[in-house]
């Protein structure tokens, strides 16, 4: 791996250029949650949030990509429903198997599905249907974004008794950051958003926040001793550059498997890998991007004094 250390490329200078690519990628998420809270629908939640009505059924043939594509067009046009708004993946260990979810529906329009796939697949059979009120989902998305907040301020006290308030701040920021990349994006591709989204921003809560540690305990490390607060862009950037290769070698590392789940795996995980792809990306972007530079800047607020140049 390259020693970064002898770069003359600087974090700190180049913090501004940093921000506003965040800003876009990330201000893209938040205005798609804030439009979510005040009752607009730019992502395409699972019935699991939203309520609505899981049904499998056995084709009687092998399922593949078109197979599920035909299904999605099936299910629309005999609901009425949007494509984007019905799921179709494959299910079951013989290969032959779907399941279906979409909004709320009455038992006249289920069989009327049944029967168009029916009339497509001849030997399809339906297999268990499951209802999700809308309430249950409303409950669920309350207890996804508790979740999410609750973790958020654990990190911040913790990192605060770690280092210090400019540090958690700094770091809460960065993880705030990553979770509205991730929304950005499903947003924007309309990936399903359900549970294990949830799990997934967790998990990338946990991996972000080690990654920016990393940072932070290397920058504590190189300003012991330390007053000058003009000389301390110059500390964190070289704070950057020593763990910068541990940074890359630790994303690579985690990616791997990752995306070999996402090539080789069942359509029930793929979505939970691309979270976790986009992530772990946005998290390893903004722990040495975003997290040294931006408290770099917290502490020239507090002084009034601007960070040295590199």
Known sequence: MKDFTKSTFSFVQKFKIFAIISLILAGIGLA????????????????EFVGGVSTTYDLGVTVDSGVTDNIRQITSQTTGFQAASVQVQATGSSGTGVL???????SETRDAVFNAVKEAYPNAQAGETTYISASVGDDLKAA????SLLAIVLILIYITIRFEFRSGLAAVLTLCHDICVMMAFFAIFQLPVNMNFIAAALTILGYSINATIVVFDRVRENTKGIADIKIFGDVTDRSIKQTLARSINTSVTTLI???????????SIQNFAIALIVGIVSGTYSSVCIAGPLWVNLRKIGSGKKPAKA
């Open 144 to 147: 996804a974004v508790k979740a």
């Open 257 to 267: 498997p990752i995306v070999l789940i996402l090539i080789l795996g069942v359509p």
């Open 32 to 47: 798609c949650f804030l439009a979510t809270v005040f009752g607009a629908s730019p992502f395409n939640f699972d019935t």
């Open 100 to 106: 279906v979810k979409t909004l709320e529906m009455d």
